[in-house]
């Protein structure tokens, strides 16, 4: 439960291993020495970054197997993760995804179904789960990484952009069936982040790091935002870029 000040008492990262995910939750733990629960595939990124957390002060760090594809289980590692965690989930952060290979995966093979049951498919799954879960509780907030790639889709990535727009799309109306649950949901919309995800690719402008995007989310939990952009500014660009021509959008360079 959080306390007066708005610490956290316990974090679930849902993608256990994701960058952002981990900056989030160290950020969120360090105040309280909070528990954070790891949710995600492979044991070993899953050790890397329980060890991060209790580098930066989480006071217990547990894992537990999540796949995002696996849709029968997410009810399941979501109690489990509860159960885990001493009873209620202050904070839940969807952060799994997948950037996919647009050229590779609209030449054929199973790659963009991949992206879209992952990024689009999971988070509508584990959003509905994470939900219950707060809706029982009566508290806490789920945050929904999308990102700036789905408020308007973009011939260079459409494929990983429209499964992010259907994300956030999903997690706004979650928040507004939340609405009077005590529970919430934090939309946070990055642009480009330099780091895992992104590495061999030159950056966009305005892009930005995990730690910023972590510091961003947490100032939008404590002011009980509903979105956030990070960073800020692609707010006002993007508002512009939405009602650019089509012809124009379409020669933007990926
Ligand atoms: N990096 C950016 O530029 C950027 C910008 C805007 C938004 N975002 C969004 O922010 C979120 C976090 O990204 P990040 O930068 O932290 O990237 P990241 O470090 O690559 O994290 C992504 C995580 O998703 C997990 N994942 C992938 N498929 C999964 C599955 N089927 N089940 C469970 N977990 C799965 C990966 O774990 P495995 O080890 O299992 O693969 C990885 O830990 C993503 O949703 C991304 O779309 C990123």
């Known amino acids: 439960m959080r306390d007066a000040l708005g ?24 105040p309280r020495s909070a528990t954070v629960v790891l949710a995600g595939r492979h ?30 289980s997410h009810d399941e590692v979501i109690d489990s993760a509860a159960r885990t965690a001493g009873g209620d989930l202050d904070v839940i952060v969807v952060a799994f995804g997948v950037l996919g290979d647009q050229q590779a ?21 584990a959003g509905l789960a994470a939900a219950r879960q707060l809706r029982r509780q009566g508290h806490g907030c789920i945050v929904a990484l999308s990102s700036v790639a789905g408020e308007r889709v973009r011939r260079a990535n459409f494929i990983y952009g429209s499964s992010k727009a259907g994300m956030d799309g999903f997690f706004q109306g979650l928040s507004d069936s939340l609405a009077g649950s005590g529970a919430s949901v934090l939309i946070v919309r990055p642009g480009f982040v330099r780091g895992r995800m992104t590495r061999g690719m ?5 892009s930005t790091t995990p ?3 972590a510091e961003a989310t947490v100032k939008a939990l404590r002011g009980r935002s509903a979105v956030v952009w990070v960073p800020k500014p692609l707010r006002v660009v993007m508002a512009v870029m939405r009602h650019l021509p089509r012809e124009a959008w379409r020669r933007i360079p990926s």
Request: aromatic share 2%.
């Open 7 to 30: 610490s956290v008492g316990s974090v679930l990262v849902l993608g256990g291993a994701s960058e952002i995910g981990v900056a989030i939750a160290s950020l969120l733990a360090a």
């Open 43 to 72: 044991g070993d990124s899953l050790a890397e970054a329980a060890a991060t957390l209790e580098r930066a002060g989480a006071g217990r760090v547990e894992t537990v197997r999540f796949d995002a594809a696996d849709v029968a």
């Open 105 to 125: 995966d609209e030449a054929g093979g199973d790659g963009a179904v991949r992206v879209a049951t992952v990024n689009y498919v999971g988070a509508v799954s």
């Open 202 to 206: 030159k950056p966009a402008p305005l």
């Open 211 to 213: 730690e910023a995007v």
